[in-house]
């Protein structure tokens, strides 16, 4: 190769490498500006405290369900809760009086607080009613119940008969199932100190019931014994599941998120009431008890109750006091029953 030949290949490669420097430059210049200017679309102003998922209307105020958030000074209102001025250990345990859709600010008139007047109204969802129960140490899960639990509710009695069967029948069964917790004792909140959480006895549970369901719990405590039994979450969110899966909660396909949310959110925490529970009796766990009802004393020659195989028939009478399975006999003109065992 001549000289004249590499004098060209040496100014092309200076030429080029200096065009690649200018263009570094260039962009490098162009970038700044842009990044300077994207910094200042940032908003810049206090934290505020919104809600972090969809809050309908009763809804009991927890760590999980608020934090604070940027929001725009300009946007700023007095009636917001803003970070350094606002207390979160005191909105804890409030109740939310609005609907209230995710990401949207708190207002201090959207909160009603323990001890103001309509607190417990406000906590009650559309159509429900607020009934206390007493509890024990033992029936009350040892305090590890706080509200806005859901919890079920169990019975347990003796049934005794009479005559020759003197055996009583002990059993205990789920009566209802998914109970909202409004309050334990008079306190609608959870005390935490150091960041954990107290558990504390307490002696009453208010749950949030449907009226039909008040008037079943009423008749329970006088005929036995009520427990409480904690539900997991997820028992809940398996419960929603196959009520989506079967249709009785429908979702219509034009609903909004927060419509959306609002619906299962309903369903979800809905009571059940529609069906007697599971139950065992003594039998089930001593081979020394019984599994069936004793037997009544008889009302002129018809067996008022029996033991049996059915404990349980369609209509509205209690448990295990309905009257076991009866054969008619007729002797002439006169036409008895008697119980089938017996």
Known sequence: MDKKKLLLLF????????????????????????????AKQVPQGPKVLVAQRALPAGTIIT????????????????????????DMSKLLGTVVRFPTTAGQPLTQGALVKPGDRGFLAAALGPGMRAITINVSSRTGVAGFIFPGDHIDLMLTQTVRG???????????????????VLATDQSTDSEVVDGKTVVREFRTVTLEVTPRIAEKIAVAETIGTLSLALRSIADNQAELERLVAS?????????????????????????????FGTFSTGGDVSRFQRRTA??????????????????????????????????????GKTTTEEPVGK
């Open 11 to 38: 100014g092309a490669l200076v030429i080029a490498i200096g065009t690649a420097l200018a263009a570094r430059s260039l962009f490098a210049g162009a970038s700044a500006p842009q990044a300077e200017a994207n």
């Open 63 to 86: 760590a999980d369900s608020i934090g604070f958030q940027l929001w725009p000074k300009d946007m700023v209102q007095d009636a917001y809760f803003v970070e350094g001025e606002a």
């Open 162 to 180: 009479s005559g020759d069967d003197t055996q009583a029948l002990k059993a205990t069964e789920t009566v209802l199932r998914n109970l909202r």
């Open 247 to 275: 249709g009785a909660v429908k979702v219509p396909d034009n609903a909004t998120k927060e419509e959306e949310d609002r619906i299962l959110t309903l369903a979800m925490n809905k009571p059940n009431d529609n069906s």
């Open 294 to 331: 004793p037997s009544m004393a008889s009302n002129g020659g018809r067996a008022v109750m029996t033991a049996g195989p059915a404990l349980r028939s369609s209509g509205p009478a209690m448990p295990f006091m309905n009257a076991g399975p009866v054969i008619r006999v007729t002797r």
